[in-house]
């Protein structure tokens, strides 16, 4: 079985750095997406990481430790269009099907 | 451009009712899956198709059924056997190897 595990909500004020965490216990993995989602929208693409180490990409980065089963996704100087919910998403071991978990995502809340 | 399309955006559905969401991709993906998602919560598997003619139950897959007649289709129906249809349902694909799943804008199924 897969679980994942990510804050409910946080809040953060505009211009600062938040950093949202996910950690997982599965039975394989193969790779951790994250994902953004506005209310009521599709959640669009982010990072993908398969091997340990920080993967930076504009205001945003995404971190993996295989062996203690975390990641985290970096958000620096944040705007109000951040306000969103991050899903973070495990991939099973290769070898079988591509259906990946999600968390139930944390809600980010940024203020003035 | 390519990209993935649900249809319609809202839709409502009377007491015993079956209703059929749409999903269609020009991608040239193969596998496409959906998704239901309720408030607070991640998203959960109903259905996947790997190939066309193919499909495979997901997580709650119970009250509902699929077809994938086509490679750029996918349909959706939730029969009146779902007993708690209104959530938000999304539906992807994805094309070969690590690549992220592509989401639609969803369908918000309500009951009336």
């Known amino acids: 079985g897969q679980n994942i595990d990510q804050p409910t909500e946080m809040t953060a004020t505009e211009g600062a750095i938040v950093q949202i965490n996910c950690t997982y216990q599965t039975s394989g993995f193969n790779g951790l997406f994250w994902y953004q989602q506005h209310a009521g929208e599709a959640p669009t693409f982010l990072s993908y990481n398969v091997l340990d180490g920080l993967e930076e990409k504009g205001r945003f980065s995404s971190f993996l430790s295989r062996s203690k089963g975390y990641s985290y996704l970096l958000l620096k100087e944040l705007q109000m269009k951040d306000s969103a919910s991050y899903l973070c998403?495990?991939?099973?071991?290769?070898?079988?099907?591509?259906?990946?978990?999600f968390g139930r995502g944390t809600s980010l809340i940024v203020h003035p | 451009d390519g990209g993935i399309t649900q249809s319609p955006k809202y839709l409502f559905r009377k007491e015993g009712q079956n209703v059929t969401l749409s999903c269609e991709q020009n991608?040239?993906?193969?596998?496409m899956y959906w998704y239901r998602q309720d408030p607070g919560q991640g998203l959960r598997l109903i259905y996947y198709s790997q190939i066309v003619n193919d499909f495979q139950k997901g997580d709650i897959a119970e009250g509902y059924s699929v077809s994938r007649e086509k490679k750029e289709s996918f349909p959706l129906t939730v029969t009146s056997a779902q007993k708690n249809p209104t959530a938000f349902y999304l539906c992807a694909s994805k094309g070969y190897g690590n690549q992220p799943q592509h989401f639609g804008d969803g369908t918000r199924l309500s009951i009336l």
């Open positions: 991608l040239n993906h193969d596998a």
């Open positions: 998403a495990v991939r099973p071991q290769s070898g079988g099907s591509y259906i990946p978990t």
